[in-house]
Structure formats: structure tokens, C-alpha cells
């Protein structure tokens, strides 16, 4: 499956960005998607995750819980993170990622069992 992240940008701290991660390729509907970031000299981290159509659980780091909304258009193949009250800390460049369903439960925040992954987009956040 390819991935396409989209919607990164500057704003201010308070404000509201949405994220778009666009799927091509193989059935959209059986891969869990998650959404990382990465800050300038520091490691790659969970911020949510989303599973496959049908039961569509969120999962979502604690430093975005209430802030982050994920979500997922199976029609339009995308898989939305809606990003409000912004902080100077979200400043990242954000990763789409795709996986299938074995372990997902309890292994959605590790990268390292995402197979699929897009080219990130940069948020930046100034105070």
C-alpha cells in the first residue's frame, strides 16, 4: 500500500490543523493506520492510531489525548488527523504509517511493526 501524508503547515499555538494520509494500492479497509512524528534530534513517536474498517479503535499517545482526533474515510481511502490547541512541542514532521492486524492491540505504538510507511509533513507551531 502507498501512503500519502498532506496537510502540515505553520500556525500559531492555539490553533487547528487536519492532517490527510491518502492509500493507494492494495484493500485500504484491512490495514490499521498510525500516525507518528518525528522533532529535530529526537526519535520517531506514536501519536495515534486508528484499526481496520469495521471496528475503527482509536488509540492516542498521552500528550495528545483530548488535542488529536483520528479518523477514517474508508470511500475517499484516507485516514484523517484533526489536530487542535496546538502547542510549540507538536512542532514535528508527521508520518502516516500502514500495518496489518496481527498484535495490533498492543503493539499499535511501536513503529517498528508498521510495514507501510508515506513521506512525512512538516507542522511547525510557533508560540
Known amino acids: 500500500v502507498q501512503l500519502q501524508a498532506s496537510g502540515g503547515g505553520l500556525v500559531q499555538a492555539g490553533g487547528s490543523l487536519r492532517l490527510s494520509c491518502a492509500a493507494s494500492g492494495r484493500t485500504f479497509t484491512n490495514y490499521a493506520i498510525g500516525w507518528f512524528r518525528q522533532a529535530p534530534g529526537k526519535e520517531r513517536e506514536f501519536v495515534a492510531a486508528?484499526?481496520?474498517?469495521?471496528?475503527?479503535?482509536?488509540y492516542y499517545a498521552d500528550s495528545v489525548k483530548g488535542r488529536f482526533t483520528i479518523s477514517r474515510d474508508n470511500a475517499k481511502n484516507t485516514v484523517y488527523l484533526q489536530m487542535n490547541i496546538l502547542k510549540p512541542e507538536d512542532t514535528a514532521v508527521y508520518h502516516c504509517?500502514?500495518?496489518?492486524?496481527?498484535?495490533?492491540?498492543?503493539?499499535?505504538?511501536?513503529?517498528?511493526?508498521?510495514?507501510?510507511w508515506g513521506q512525512g509533513t512538516l507542522v511547525t507551531v510557533s508560540s
Open positions: 504509517a500502514a500495518r496489518d492486524r496481527a498484535g495490533f492491540s498492543w503493539t499499535y505504538q511501536y513503529k517498528e511493526t508498521y510495514a507501510y
Open positions: 486508528i484499526s481496520w474498517s469495521g471496528t475503527s479503535t482509536t
